[in-house]
């Protein structure tokens, strides 16, 4: 029996290829967003969760509170690793880590640039790494050694076979290598190729409690409690660290680390899971208009299938078979749109990793990917079928066949409503579009404060590092450079902070922390920054190197209405304040400005030179720096980045976030025309006797196409009053998540209505003028 009913499901779908169609390539496309945000989603909760000790890893964050002003940072001083580990007996191991620096690395003849860091001896304890050779507690144990991954392993000796082999970093030290570890899986927030002592590059600087600049990780015992072991970690740090020092210790699960990086005051309120919650958001509204689709043309349908329903429930067929032989259309379209939606997929990925900046694969072995498509060919059949079924079902035979079937407004309320229901989820994406492109635009085109245009950077490594004025001279001898400068942080990110500054008539209990890094001279001439009041660094002035530049953040937080001239003492000791700077962004557009202090000096801590190019001139300012580079630091390769490229990185989640809101919505338009292409022929076919007599009558082309258009028109104009209040509160949240943003204003929201009801008219002028052109006399005779 059920098999027959199946029979007869598949032939019903084959006698309706048209409708059969736009069913199964709208729900193909809409499974296979689906799929594909369903892919992302499985990589983005997946970072770290590969870690065995996992539940114990906490990361140690920064954070302050003073007189109500709350604040958290990734950054911490050096010294709260070597005071948590000896006075916390929660901590079962601590280490304290740099950033990942691009070092060269020279073995035998085989000399490039590897990624890696530094980090204290306990890194592997409290990281469960797997080790192919060598072992976690002689890996880093000693100053001389050096730990690699396999991959690092294999590119410089060929196998595994590394211990013992020497390796030579930054082509200064030579290093041991003690252990070869497994490549560290691209889901995890700290990976790396080489790992040394952090010992082996300690300053003094980095033991200073008021500077933060290191990242530091601590693995509690198995039944230690976090928050407890976390105001444990305060006490001590408030009992050791100088009176004046405003930060303590705060501890985030590295379950959490990688989704809620971002903090409002003393607790995590977002980062990439606002991403995960939207994109999942999506994927279920893509679906839903997928299956709105499938119900609407399964509903207007039904009067063309009555008189089936009546003949087969006189012949003897029961309500329950009747409504499982549609809800087995439902799943064999289901079936169908599911193949081709895979096809989909596995055609688009590559370009989709791209996207996404990840290595996402579809990998058929895994078992929670038939679980995921069984679970999405269950949910788009039952939910596609359940109302069909269920309304045709109930059909009376003896009304039908007696040709005294007439339909309730309930049928036809329905279809109404999931097409509203269909754009207001495609109004939505669409505003979605408008608002994120609107701010990726304001992004890029807003000025900093600095211009960022015509700006390179090189490293400065090797022997460059002496030779370091010699360098910038001879670079800005060239008629294609304007100006250079030597930076400790790239300037359109500068993260380092410290508390280390003090002056005359300071409040104690004032919160002193500034934003800090060192310069070299005409700083302020090559990043273009424009001066309040004072000078920029130069040779002419020998003191300089015990002078400081501020910005207008820190002039207002130190309530110095003319600063220039006044005494301060930092890092540098007690110096001048030579120059106000009008206030530039130090990072992001989510952050405020923070005050900042730049310090002149020529050691070991600037990491960067920054050279300004002439407009249109840069291939030739290129093979100048490159000639002079490598004159002067012949062992390294010559390496350059251009600021502006790595200003858009920052932005790189919200360009991802652009790119795809785009591609869905789109995809979520083209299906809802789908929806509409269907309607409006089966509208066509309803009334072809109608249009019929109106041209017969005299009507016109024009007529027609808006007598059949105006009631979806109507639809469209309800949709984007209902939609207008749930994106304008999704949208100015999401805006929110930046301190400097566009306002929403009601243009977007007229935009997006534009486009939804030019749509929606194209989709169903493109029937509606079919209809309208066909001969009233075929259209009377075929009556």
């Given amino acids: 029996m059920l098999q027959n009913y199946f029979k007869v499901a598949v032939r019903s779908l084959l006698k309706n290829k048209l409708f059969s169609f736009i069913n199964i390539f709208g729900l193909a496309l809409g499974m296979s967003c689906s799929l594909l945000i369903w892919l992302w989603v499985q990589d983005e909760i997946s970072y770290n969760r590969f870690y065995p000790n996992l539940s114990q890893i906490h990361f140690v964050r920064s954070g302050f509170d003073w007189k109500g002003q709350t604040g958290s940072g990734m950054a911490t001083p050096g010294p709260w690793q070597e005071a948590i580990e000896k006075q916390v007996p929660e901590v079962k191991a601590i280490t304290k880590i740099t950033w990942n620096r691009d070092l060269l690395i020279k073995a035998g003849e085989k000399s490039t640039k590897e990624s890696g860091i530094y980090a204290t001896s306990d890194y592997f304890k409290v990281f469960d790494t797997p080790f192919i050779s060598g072992t976690a507690a002689n890996a880093i144990a000693q100053p001389t050694s050096i730990a690699i991954s396999r991959k690092l392993a294999e590119k410089y000796f060929g196998s595994m076979n590394a211990i013992g082999k020497t390796m030579k970093v930054d082509n200064q030290t030579n290093f041991i290598v003690s252990a070869v570890f497994e490549d560290i899986p691209l889901n995890s927030t700290e990976r790396f190729d080489w790992i040394i002592n952090f010992k082996v590059q300690e300053q003094d600087w980095m033991k200073w409690w008021g500077n933060s600049s290191f990242k530091t990780y601590a693995l509690l015992a198995p039944d230690a409690n976090a928050a407890h072991a976390e105001k444990v970690m305060q006490q001590v740090i408030k009992k050791s660290a100088p009176p004046q020092l405003l930060s303590f210790p705060m501890l985030q699960s590295l379950r959490d680390v990688h989704l809620y990086s971002e903090y409002e005051g003393l607790k995590a309120t977002g980062g990439r899971i606002e991403y995960v919650r939207v994109f999942s958001i999506v994927a279920i509204f893509i679906l839903l208009i997928a299956c709105v689709n499938f119900m609407n043309l399964a509903t207007a349908r039904s009067v063309k299938r009555a008189k089936e329903v009546g003949v087969r429930k006189v012949v003897g067929a029961e309500r329950k078979y009747l409504a499982m032989q549609f809800l087995g259309e439902s799943l064999i379209v289901s079936i169908l749109a599911c193949i081709l939606a895979l096809v989909i997929v596995i055609t688009i990925l590559p370009f989709f990793n791209e996207v996404v900046q990840k290595q996402i694969a579809l990998s058929f072995s895994d078992p929670s990917l038939w679980l995921s498509l069984i679970a999405l060919l269950l949910l788009t059949g039952l939910v596609a079928g359940s109302y069909p079924a269920l309304y045709m079902s109930a059909l009376q035979p003896i009304r039908i066949l007696k040709g005294r079937l007439t339909f309730t407004n309930k049928g036809a309320y329905l279809r109404k409503g999931l097409v509203v229901f269909q754009f207001v989820l495609s109004i939505f994406l669409i505003t979605g579009m408008l608002v994120i492109g609107r701010q990726m635009n304001y992004i890029q085109t807003k000025r900093l404060g600095l211009d960022r245009e015509n700006v390179l950077y090189i490293p400065i490594e090797g022997i460059l590092n002496d030779k370091l004025e010699v360098a910038r001279q001879e670079i800005i001898n060239s008629p294609f450079v ?28 004032l919160d002193n922390t500034v934003n800090a890094t060192f310069v070299g001279y005409d700083f302020v001439k090559t990043m273009n920054i424009q001066m309040v009041d004072g000078r920029d660094f130069s040779k002419d002035f020998a003191a300089d190197t015990a002078n400081y530049i501020i910005n207008e953040a820190a002039a207002k937080m130190m309530k110095m209405n003319d600063p220039v001239g006044k005494q301060v003492k930092f890092w540098m000791g007690k110096g ?70 790595d200003y858009e990185k920052m932005y790189r989640s919200e360009m991802v976030v652009n790119t795809l809101i785009k591609c869905f919505g789109l995809l979520a338009i083209v299906i809802s025309c789908l929806g509409l292409l269907g309607l409006a022929a089966f509208t066509a076919e309803q009334r072809t006797k109608e249009i019929g007599i109106r041209k017969v009558m005299g009507a016109n082309v024009a007529s027609v196409v808006a007598l059949l258009s105006k009631d979806f028109v109507k639809l469209v104009l309800l949709a984007i009053l209902l939609s207008t209040p749930l994106t304008w509160y999704a949208t100015n949240h999401w805006l929110e998540g930046f301190v400097y943003h566009i306002d929403l204003s009601w243009e977007i929201f007229a935009i997006a209505g534009g486009i939804a009801i030019c749509i929606a008219l194209f989709t169903v002028s493109f029937q509606s003028v079919k209809a309208a052109v066909v001969n009233p006399v075929k259209s009377l005779k075929a009556e």
Avoid: C
Wanted: proline content about 5%; aromatic content about 8%.
């Fill in 482 to 509: 304007v100006a250079a400068t030597s930076t400790g942080s790239i300037p359109t990110n500068i993260t380092s902070n410290s508390g280390d500054l003090d002056w005359t008539g300071r409040d104690k209990d």
């Fill in 576 to 645: 001048t304040i030579v120059g106000l700077m009008k206030d530039f962004h130090l990072s992001t557009f989510h952050e405020a400005i923070k005050p900042l202090i730049l310090v002149n000096y020529k050691g070991l801590n600037t990491e960067h030179l920054m050279i300004r190019t002439r407009p249109g001139k840069t291939r030739e300012a290129l093979a100048h720096i490159e000639k002079v580079a490598k004159s002067l630091n012949p062992d390294y390769p010559f390496t350059y980045h251009f600021l502006d490229q």
